[in-house]
């Protein structure tokens, strides 16, 4: 195999792994940073991490994974607890007041309950892949998703 044509498989390989998973890797980003700039920027950034990396992706099913994991590391560079009010971007495209609600709950959550829950509820990640994703226990991750649950229906309620 040709070196272009080595580089051209390369390409469409990682062209490929973006078309299935950068849609994923945004709303993940953008719920736990609250903001559709920040999220987009860590998810560039996540992106050129990956093609740097892409050889060592081995297994194509652990792609999703890999790239959220990616995306997470990125975010740790960000100093997301110092954003604006006006940066809490609401993610929805029309104006629904109960989702709305429902979204700037989710974002007041400390961030050891709402990435689990992010990660469960809108990801689909199962408890034993969040413990992984996160280097928890399993059991960590079923009392925060627990204690998560609490007190987003707190904050609902008092609203």
Partial sequence: MTSSSADGQRRRRFDDLVAVYYPDMFRYAAWLCRDKAIAEDVVQEALLRA??????????????????????RRLDTVDIDNLSA???ALLAESPNEE????????????DDYREPLVLQVLMGYSTNEIAEMMGLKQGAVLTR????????MD???DE
């Fill in 51 to 72: 093609w740097k990396s892409l050889d060592a992706l081995r297994d194509e099913s652990a792609a999703k994974h890999w790239l959220l994991t990616i995306v997470r």
């Fill in 86 to 88: 006006s940066q809490a």
């Fill in 155 to 157: 904050k609902m309620a």
């Fill in 145 to 152: 998703l627990h204690r998560a649950r609490h007190k987003l």
């Fill in 99 to 110: 989702l709305a609600d429902m979204r700037e709950a989710i974002y007041r959550l400390d």
